[in-house]
Nanobody
Framework: QVQLVESGGGVVQAGGSLRLSCAAS????????MGWFRQAPGNERELVAA????????YYVDSVQGRFTISRDNAKNTVYLQMNSLEPEDTAVYFC??????????????????WGQGTQVTVSS
């Protein structure tokens, strides 16, 4: 089992920045990669960014390209999501998720085996 704990959410004004962290514990040695998803009220959960533990694969959804940066610290088993130039449309609950095998499509939630509890990000206009 792998446990994921997110932190770093909060309330920020438009144009501001936040950094989310996702710390993994447990059987982390068999993780392939991690993703950050978000879900706003009434919307489906969508992939925002993903990264393989090797760092060879990185993905961003178009709406955050150039504003968000995903990174990982393998020694700390932690993945970060640096969010800059935040917009009200970024308001959502953000979840980190981990997969234990190479996914066919990183965007599908069923490709992930473990999920964190979520952290709220609210961007005011």
């Amino acid at each position: 089992q792998v446990q994921l704990v997110e932190s770093g959410g909060g309330v920020v004004q438009a144009g501001g920045s936040l950094r989310l962290s996702c710390a993994a514990s447990g059987r982390t040695f068999n993780m392939y990669g991690m993703g950050w998803f978000r879900q706003a009220p009434g919307n489906e959960r969508e992939l925002v960014a993903a990264i393989s533990w090797s760092g060879h694969y990185i993905y961003y959804v178009d709406s955050v390209q150039g504003r968000f940066t995903i990174s990982r610290d393998n020694a700390k088993n932690t993945v970060y999501l640096q969010m800059n130039s935040l917009e009200p449309e970024d308001t959502a609950v953000y979840f980190c998720a981990a997969n234990s095998r190479r996914p066919r499509n990183w965007a599908f939630t069923y490709e992930y085996d473990y999920w964190g509890q979520g952290t709220q990000v609210t961007v005011s206009s």
